[in-house]
Structure formats: C-alpha cells, structure tokens
C-alpha cells in the first residue's frame, strides 16, 4: 500500500530534550516536506525537500533541522524543543513536476502529535 | 508574497444542498492551486487541483472548483452536499514561475453538513 509514514503518532516531552519525527514513504516520490498545523494558523510548512541532499527552508523553521539522507526518509528534528513547538505535525511527500516546481498532489502522513512541557 | 485566504471559519449547509467554501490567494505570477480535505484524527487528502487549462476543476467525490483570474479565487463546491462531507478544507497555493518551492495553506474552513 502506498502510504507515508510517521513515527510517534504522539509524543510528549520535556523543553531541551532532543527528539527526532520519523517520516518514511514508499512510493520513491522526490519531494518530501514537513508542516505544522496550529488552530487558526493552518497548516505551514517547516522545511521541503526536493531529492536526496536537497532541502530548503519554508514559512517557519526556526528550531527544527531536517536530512535528506535517502530518498525515502526525511525526519524533523528538534535540538532543542521549545514548549512553542507544541503542534500537531504533517510529513508529505509528492512527486517532483518538470522544471522543478511541483504542481503533484501531495500524500500526507497521519500525523505526529507533540506536546512539550 | 504568497498567501491564501479562506475567509470563512465555519460553513454550515442542509444535506442535499449545495455548498461552497471559499478561497482567494495572492501569488507572484501564474498559481497553481489546490484543495485538501482532512478528516477528524487524519492527515490531509488531496481533492483537486488547477494548473492550466479549464478554469473549472473536477476532483474526488463530486466536488469541483472553478478558477477565477480576474478574482483571484478557487473556490470549492459541490451540486448536493451529503452528511460525510462534513470536515476540515484547506485550500493551498504554489507559484508556478519559480522561486521558492513552498506551498502556502489557508488557515482551513469547517464544513458542517446537517442532515
């Protein structure tokens, strides 16, 4: 089943401790991204990836680091959470369009649920 | 810049009427838009999409929206709308004409349907 990804589906820690957001997706899609989604913000996004070593920053990432090691695997990291990053967070990836910006549906995995204290 | 609007928090419609959720974006060049519905405790799901062509868009589960350039809206709707529609719209834009790849989401329009 084509599918992403994310592991935990919730989590809850404490300011300072270093955590990482599995996002995996098996349906070889070039661009992966991550989003926030915030009651009355929406969702935006974190930082996007265009293919393996690619990355770039969106609307909001202070705070957060991403990889792009392989082409299936894009985890969000946070060196240093901060009780601000408590969000429900979104791992999406499509398929990369001709000419480099993407105009293909993205899939969207379940969710990640973090709170921090 | 690029931004979205969805100017309505909360739609409520009767079952079997028709429905409409709006949207209106500002993007620097041609957009391409989205719309994404997302059920409770789901991610989101890809409903439609505008790139080129005609400006009335057909997706997944009797809904459609019509592109208006002259207004700058997307706005979603659907002839007869059923209890099950009832759930969370973004609408989302991207500029086609390069730049920065980022995808830029409304803050989202609850659609109750009552039956």
């Known amino acids: 089943e084509a599918q992403v990804t994310q592991n935990p589906r919730y989590l809850i820690t404490v300011t300072g401790k270093k955590l990482t957001v599995t996002c995996s997706q098996n349906?070889?899609?070039?661009?992966m991204s991550w989003y926030r989604q915030d009651p009355g913000l929406g969702l935006r996004q974190i930082y996007y990836?265009?293919?393996?070593?690619?990355?770039d920053k969106g609307d909001v990432p202070e705070g957060y680091k991403v990889s792009r090691k392989e082409k299936r695997n894009f985890p969000l990291i946070l060196e240093s959470p901060s009780p601000n990053q408590t969000s429900l967070y979104f791992c999406?990836?499509?398929?990369?369009?001709?000419?480099?910006?993407?105009?293909?549906?993205?899939?969207f995995g379940p969710g990640t649920r973090l709170t921090v204290l | 810049a690029q931004s979205v609007a969805q100017p309505e928090d909360q739609v409520n419609v009767a079952e079997g009427n028709p429905l409409t959720v709006k949207c209106t974006y500002s993007?620097?060049?041609?957009?391409?838009l989205f719309w994404y519905v997302q059920y409770p405790n789901r991610g989101l799901q890809f409903l439609l999409k505008?790139?080129?062509?005609?400006?009335l868009v057909k997706g997944s589960y009797g809904f459609e929206a019509e592109f208006n350039k002259s207004q700058t809206s997307f706005h979603l709707k659907k002839p007869s709308a059923l209890v099950s529609d009832s759930a969370l719209y973004f609408c989302?834009?991207?500029?086609?004409?390069?730049?920065?790849?980022?995808?830029?989401f409304g803050t989202g329009t609850r659609l109750t349907v009552i039956p």
């Open positions: 999406a990836s499509s398929l990369r369009s001709a000419g480099g910006i993407s105009y293909n549906e993205q899939f």
């Open positions: 349906m070889n899609h070039e661009y």
């Open positions: 990836s265009m293919n393996v070593e690619v990355t």
């Open positions: 993007v620097s060049g041609n957009p391409y």
């Open positions: 505008y790139i080129t062509g005609d400006n």
């Open positions: 989302a834009v991207r500029s086609s004409t390069g730049g920065a790849n980022n995808l830029f």
